[in-house]
Structure formats: C-alpha cells, structure tokens
C-alpha cells in the first residue's frame, strides 16, 4: 500500500515537472513576441515622428535641420523593423522546450517588416522633396 502512495506521487512530482516545463516554453514565447513588438512599436513611433517633424517645424527651424532630424527618424524606424526581424526570425537565440503555444510563422513577419520598410523609405523620400 505504502508504494502505491509512493508511485502516485513521483507521478504526480513529474507531470507536476512537465506542466512547469511547458508554462516555462510558453512564457518564453510570450516574451519574444513582446520584445518583437517592441521593434515594431519603436519602429513605428520613429516613422511617425520624422513624417510629422517635416509639417510640425516647417517654417519654425532651418530647412537642413527638419532633413536630417526627419531622415534619422525614419531611418531610426527602418533599423527598428530590422532589428525586430533580426531578433525574432534570424536570431531568436536559445529555443525553448516545447510549449503549448506555437511560435509566429516567420515568413509572415519577414513580410509584414519588409513592407514597414518600403514604406519608411517612401516617407524618407517624401520627407526629401517635401
């Protein structure tokens, strides 16, 4: 009886382990597509500043001061989106052990940053020739 209670418990320890191990896989997961996010939401905010600093200081400061303040926002936002590319598909770093829940398909972000970056150099050149 008493190895009965035994083998019920190192059972219950070890599905106890198993479950612990898949939250972990998926709170790693979790954690890389906020910090993907993160790129992006950067990315994004950068974009959205330099567009907006060619309207906002027109007229306020010299010309060559709202280029190169614009240029190196939107070019700040096409190394955001990169980066989140680079961090989350290229080099995500140490996999963790399967989890429960399933990774981004990569391709899809490889695409989704891709047109994050058009569309930032379009603005870089619309920001050019104002």
């Known amino acids: 009886m008493k190895e009965k209670v035994v083998e019920g418990q190192q059972r219950q320890e070890l599905e106890t382990t198993d479950r612990r191990t898949t939250l972990a896989a998926d709170r790693t997961v979790f954690a890389a597509e906020r910090t993907y996010a993160a790129w992006v939401r950067t990315g994004l905010a950068a974009l959205a500043s330099g567009v907006g600093a060619r309207k906002l200081l027109e007229g306020h400061v010299p010309e060559w001061t709202i280029l190169l303040g614009?240029?190196?926002?939107?070019?700040?936002?096409?190394?955001?989106?990169?980066?989140?590319?680079?961090?989350?598909?290229?080099?995500?770093?140490?996999?963790?052990?399967?989890?429960?829940?399933?990774?981004?398909?990569?391709?899809?972000?490889i695409t989704v940053n891709a047109a994050l970056v058009i569309v930032a150099f379009s603005a870089l050149i619309g920001i050019w020739t104002g």
């Open 70 to 109: 614009g240029t190196v926002l939107v070019l700040l936002s096409a190394f955001s989106f990169g980066a989140g590319v680079w961090r989350q598909v290229l080099h995500p770093g140490s996999l963790p052990p399967e989890g429960d829940t399933k990774r981004i398909y990569p391709p899809i972000l």
